[in-house]
T-cell receptor, first 113, second 113 residues
Framework: AQSVTQLGSHVSVSEGALVLLRCNYS??????LFWYVQYPNQGLQLLLK??????LVKGINGFEAEFKKSETSFHLTKPSAHMSDAAEYFC???????????FGGGTRVLVKP | DVKVTQSSRYLVKRTGEKVFLECVQD?????MFWYRQDPGLGLRLIYF???????EKGDIPEGYSVSREKKERFSLILESASTNQTSMYLC????????????FGEGSWLTVV
């Protein structure tokens, strides 16, 4: 069975500071990995995904994530936080793209002026 | 543009009522999903369907059923609503091609009183 652990249910960062959201997964097969963002009262929007190939993945809004197989991690980063980054972020894993996703518990990001 | 539409954004139902949550996608996707979102638990899969009239249980199917009579429509049914089913429900769809994304609707907030 697959599982996803997101460290920290809440993260507070200052505007302009680095955003780092941690995600570790367990999977019996090579995984497909995703980060989604959810703004208040909205559904989930894909930030980025890893399927195969380059392990450093760039997504929308300046976010990127690196797949590290040896650490079973897929941490999300953004060099400089913006007020508009305040949202909840979900890491997810799938055995095949388009197949069902298993989600982590989510990390809510607060951006301070 | 990709569109997954959930018919009701906010619902209030009484304990014991039968509740229907409707979801329609306009992308001709084979796969459709129903997730439940609760604080700290992330999203948990209730049911999914990979073809018309086909369905499979997810991680938390108890108390729910689904119907998929047409490719574009996937309904979630609460046979007898209970207060512990108060939650946010998210519908999603995806094609079967590898490398593709799962697309989410905006969610339905259900309160059972």
């Amino acid at each position: 069975a697959q599982s996803v652990t997101q460290l920290g249910s809440h993260v507070s960062v200052s505007e302009g500071a680095l955003v780092l959201l941690r995600c570790n997964y367990s999977s019996s097969v090579p995984p497909y990995l995703f980060w989604y963002v959810q703004y208040p009262n909205q559904g989930l929007q894909l930030l980025l995904k890893y399927t195969t190939g380059a392990t450093l993945v760039k997504g929308i809004n300046g976010f990127e994530a690196e797949f590290k197989k040896s650490e079973t991690s897929f941490h999300l980063t953004k060099p400089s936080a913006h007020m508009s980054d305040a949202a909840e972020y979900f890491c997810a894993v799938s055995k095949a793209a388009g197949n069902k996703l298993t989600f982590g518990g989510g990390t809510r990001v607060l951006v301070k002026p | 543009d990709v569109k997954v539409t959930q018919s009701s954004r906010y619902l209030v139902k009484r304990t014991g009522e039968k509740v229907f949550l409707e979801c329609v996608q306009d992308m001709d996707h084979e796969n459709m999903f129903w997730y439940r979102q609760d604080p700290g638990l992330g999203l948990r899969l209730i049911y999914f369907s990979y073809d018309v009239k086909m369905k499979e249980k997810g991680d938390i199917p108890e108390g729910y059923s689904v119907s998929r009579e047409k490719k574009e429509r996937f309904s979630l049914i609460l046979e007898s609503a209970s207060t512990n089913q108060t939650s946010m429900y998210l519908c999603a769809s995806s094609p079967t091609n590898t490398g593709n994304t799962i697309y989410f609707g905006e969610g339905s907030w259900l309160t059972v009183v």
